[in-house]
């Protein structure tokens, strides 16, 4: 990934960590406590999925996709990392 690309994506989960709460566009929710970062680079899309864990923005995932639509398998991986965040509690 361009160092161009991780600057903006590095600013965008500073902006939504020291200015939580934050809504569309920025940030949507997925459910079941994920959340996302949205950013539309140079044709791609990239995403920051996310959970707030005792005040604590914890990335469970970032990835780049072509189309709209966030690929299931995505999401999926995310899902897991968060249930083996909260079995280590």
Sequence with gaps: MPAADRKVLGEDIKTVQLGWPLGMPLVDHFGGGIWEVRRKLVGRIA????????DV???????????????QPELDLAKERLKLLRRRK
């Excluded at 995403?47 to 005792?54: D, K, N």
């Excluded at 923005?57 to 690929?71: A, E, G, N, S």
């Design 57 to 71: 923005m914890v990335l469970l995932y970032l990835f780049i996709k072509k189309q709209q639509k966030t690929p």
């Design 47 to 54: 995403r920051t999925l996310f959970v707030i864990e005792e």
